[in-house]
């Protein structure tokens, strides 16, 4: 795990950490760097826009979700051939799903033995951000916190005052000072940034933070803290998929994925997971009427259905399209988007849009969340995708909430031991081989799932074929 790498924490949520993360990677990626980014936690959107800032894909990390050593060795698959690494944290650094700080990004940091920078908020504060930085550095003493960015000053009077106070009490050395931005260039809006699919120009907004990280900040003295990493062999770390199991004597089978505007959430870890099982991934979309090749399953991630709910609507021929592919057997999946597509209506907005009615409820936006971080289930139920009896680990992210219409029955494969799902302790709604629900899951934390997914498909590809 020599590879040069620096984690940009932060205070708390709403830090920074995500502006000075982009800026980081496309100011590094624009003077040569080849720089890997990773996310920590379950997240889709900023890691696509580190995806965009550097030109790689972006790769999450998630103790949570998956072990320590296969964090470790994802990290080390991941990373293989980069010049550097960034790894941008979630919420604040200590933060994790208990009292103890367990999945915490702090956590992430000692697994994989990088150093932390951290983003401050130093709004209306003075030398109470010395005792704050002081106090950051010294709670868990295993933590290498090799600088700080400060965020939000007011002046170059504030920016002194903030720097001779931390440089006076603290050991941490200040790396930046960020004034007041007058705008954010990417805008947010109810599930985080907008994704570039939204944006005519997604470059320029990353460049414009790039610019802003260079001008207020040592770019170059984070890029010697990376390096400083300590050296092991990372030999001893195995490749990640040599770790999970695949099952390629039941391919080859062709599972389509949807990735369009509407529903793009997707871990890659996921989709290499299915072609490691023996998959051969189709790219689809829903917005058009274009012909599908001839599939034996069907993927369908999450994303933002409500946003284009008029055109996925309007689009008669993809509905009664995954409608019939799910009457006639074929194993689908959807997670999120995916299941409120799934859903006989969507109502957002006040309007009420028709969708591919494989499942007899209706699906309603809300304001506010009606679901949201960690989950972990048991499976009640028989389907094709988890046995009975197994535990799946997961999250979820949703500001929908699906009703059955009146009259209507449904069932469910998964009692929910954390995390709300559809409500009543249940999630993961199933008809035939369809299988929907609000958690998603990281392949390489469920192992199971793609090779029972390539399973399925085999079965009902020899079925069709008889």
């Not at 790769?59 to 080390?76: G, H, K």
């Not at 009427?289 to 993809?318: K, Q």
Request: charged share 25%.
């Amino acid at each position: 795990m020599s590879i040069p790498r620096v984690i940009i924490a932060g205070l708390n949520g709403g830090s920074g950490k995500t502006i000075v993360s982009l800026g980081l990677c496309r100011a590094w990626t624009r003077v040569g760097r080849n720089v890997k980014p990773f996310k920590k936690g379950p997240d889709y959107i900023d890691a696509r826009w580190l995806a965009l800032a550097t030109g790689n894909p972006a790769t999450n990390l998630d103790p949570y979700l998956v072990s320590a050593q296969v964090m470790r060795s994802l990290f080390v698959t991941a990373g293989k051939g980069y010049d550097g690494a960034v790894i941008e944290g979630n919420r604040g650094l200590y933060d994790g799903k208990d009292v103890t700080g367990s999945c915490s990004t702090a956590e992430v940091a000692r697994q994989l033995d990088t150093p932390v920078v951290l983003v401050m908020n130093c709004t209306k504060m003075t030398r109470t951000a010395a005792a704050l930085v002081g106090g950051m550095a010294a709670f868990e003493p295993d933590l290498n916190l090799a600088g700080v960015v400060l965020n939000q000053t007011a002046n170059e009077r504030h920016r002194g005052v903030l720097r001779a106070a931390i440089e006076q009490y603290t050991d941490v050395p200040v790396l930046g000072a960020l004034p007041r931005m007058r705008s954010n260039p990417i805008p947010e809006r109810h599930m985080g940034l907008w994704s570039d699919t939204e944006m005519h120009d997604s470059r320029s907004p990353l460049d414009a933070v790039a610019d802003f990280l260079c001008d207020n900040a040592d770019v170059e003295r984070i890029w010697q803290i990376a390096r400083q990493v300590p050296a092991a062999d990372s030999a001893l770390i195995p490749d990640l998929w040599d770790m999970l199991p695949a099952d390629a004597a039941a391919g080859p089978v062709r599972i389509g994925y949807v990735r369009d505007a509407a529903l793009w959430f997707y871990y890659e870890e996921n989709l290499e997971a299915l072609r490691r099982a023996g998959a051969e991934l189709v790219e689809l979309t829903l917005l058009d009427d274009a012909p599908w090749p001839e599939l034996h399953g069907l993927y369908l991630g999450g994303g933002f259905p409500e946003t284009l709910a008029e055109r996925l609507s309007a689009n008669i021929a993809a509905r009664a399209r995954v409608k019939s592919l799910s009457e006639a057997g074929m194993p689908v999946y959807a997670e999120c988007g995916g299941f409120m597509y799934l859903g006989r209506t969507l109502r957002y907005g006040g309007v009420e849009y028709p969708m591919a009615d494989v499942f007899p409820v209706c699906t309603t936006v809300h304001e506010r969340p009606q679901g949201l971080g960690y989950v972990e289930a048991r499976v009640v139920e028989d389907n094709p995708f988890h046995a009975t009896g197994t535990r799946v680990r997961g999250h979820e992210f949703h500001y929908s909430r699906a009703v059955a219409y009146e009259g209507e029955s449904v069932r469910h494969a998964f009692r929910m031991e954390r995390g709300e799902g559809m409500g009543e302790d249940a999630d993961g709604m199933i008809v035939r081989n369809t299988f929907a629900g609000y958690t998603h899951l990281f392949a390489p934390g469920e192992p199971h799932w793609a090779v029972n997914f390539v399973r399925a498909a085999a079965r009902y590809r020899d079925a069709e074929a008889d």
